[in-house]
């Protein structure tokens, strides 16, 4: 089962509104928070699905690409360790989170859509608005259709490599084999070719 973590340089109390909903359909054991520090290197070990979290009570979304930045090496390591596809930032208690103010900060910190999947903006309204706000439902909804997504790839991954490794004991010299009868078979088919030029045609 995929293991998704948390990534910030906030407190745990800013986001654990976001690992609540996380809880509702993940084990806790699949849910990891990774605080980063000056001091200390981001250890992302064991999870295989980022949650890149910063919240404006820090007082700015200078996530990366623009002065003071405070993610840039950290969504970097992420986006190249997990791959793109598996790293999403998550931008939390805005004033406003509409879809202008969305690609206003796309077009100033453009490396978050070419370094992670996608950019969720939660506003401080919507969070005391729990789930009526019908922003905050469709932006938790894609998240749990990207991690699920993410886990239901995991297990079809695991099943074809068990089924590669299962076939290669049984058949362990498929590949050998293979590498011999088709250059037999091609001589074979050009042999046939001048047989037939020479034979048939010249007659």
Request: no cysteine; glycine share 4%.
């Given at each position: 089962m995929v293991t998704v973590g948390i990534i910030s340089r906030c407190s745990i109390e800013n986001y654990r509104w976001l690992l609540h909903f996380l809880y509702t359909?993940?084990?806790e054991v699949n849910v990891r928070t990774v605080t980063i520090?000056?001091?200390s290197a981001m250890s992302i070990s064991g999870i295989s699905f980022a949650i890149l979290y910063h919240s404006k009570t820090r007082g700015r979304l200078n996530v990366i690409d623009v002065?003071?930045?405070l993610y840039d090496s950290e969504l970097k390591e992420l986006s190249y360790t997990l791959g793109a596809e598996n790293v999403i930032v998550v931008m939390d208690d805005l004033d406003d989170n509409s879809e202008q103010v969305k690609s206003k900060l796309?077009?100033?910190q453009h490396s978050i859509g070419i370094l992670?999947?996608?950019?969720?903006?939660f506003s401080i309204q919507e969070k005391q608005d729990g789930d009526i706000n019908p922003?905050?439902?469709a932006n938790k909804s894609k998240i749990k259709a990207m991690?699920?997504?993410r886990a239901?790839?995991?297990h079809i991954s695991h099943i074809y490599s068990d089924y590669t490794e299962s076939s290669c004991k049984m058949y362990p010299n498929r590949l050998v084999v293979s590498s011999f009868i088709i250059p037999v078979m091609l001589c074979l088919f050009l042999f046939a070719l001048y047989w037939y030029n020479c034979r048939v045609l010249q007659c």
């Open positions: 359909f993940l084990p520090t000056n001091h002065t003071d930045s796309l077009e100033n992670a999947r996608e950019l969720f903006l922003t905050n439902v991690i699920t997504g239901a790839d995991s």
